[in-house]
């Protein structure tokens, strides 16, 4: 079992940055794949980002390249997720989630966080 708790959500501007962070248990952190995934209201759950176990390959949605990297500590049991240029379009809550690999889609994953809500005002 792994549990995964999101922090760093909130209100920002538009053009503003956010971190969020998705704090794993467990001492097998690093045998997961680590995924990003968004809902807006009334949207269907659609993937933002996600990366290998040893942190070396990342992946992203084409809306969020150039704007939002994802990275991993596995020594801390945390995977981040920093968004730049935020714009209101990235309005949504943002979900963690673990899988054994790095995959595009949500079903593929074992495991989720609870969500952490992002507003980004225009």
């Known amino acids: 079992q792994v549990q995964l708790v999101e922090s760093g959500g909130g209100l920002v501007q538009a053009g503003g940055s956010l971190r969020l962070s998705c704090a794993a248990s467990?001492?097998?952190?690093?045998?997961?794949?680590m995924g990003w995934f968004r809902q807006a209201p009334g949207k269907e759950r659609e993937f933002v980002a996600a990366?290998?176990?040893?942190?070396?390959?990342?992946y992203l949605a084409d809306s969020t390249k150039g704007r939002f990297t994802t990275s991993r500590d596995n020594a801390k049991n945390t995977v981040y997720l920093q968004m730049n240029r935020l714009t209101p379009e990235d309005t949504a809550i943002y979900y963690c989630?673990?899988?054994?690999?790095?995959?595009?889609?949500?079903?593929?994953?074992?495991?989720w966080g609870q969500g952490t809500q992002v507003t980004v005002s225009s």
């Open positions: 989630a673990a899988a054994r690999r790095p995959y595009y889609t949500a079903p593929e994953y074992d495991y």
């Open positions: 990366i290998g176990g040893s942190g070396g390959d990342t």
């Open positions: 467990g001492r097998t952190f690093s045998s997961y794949a």
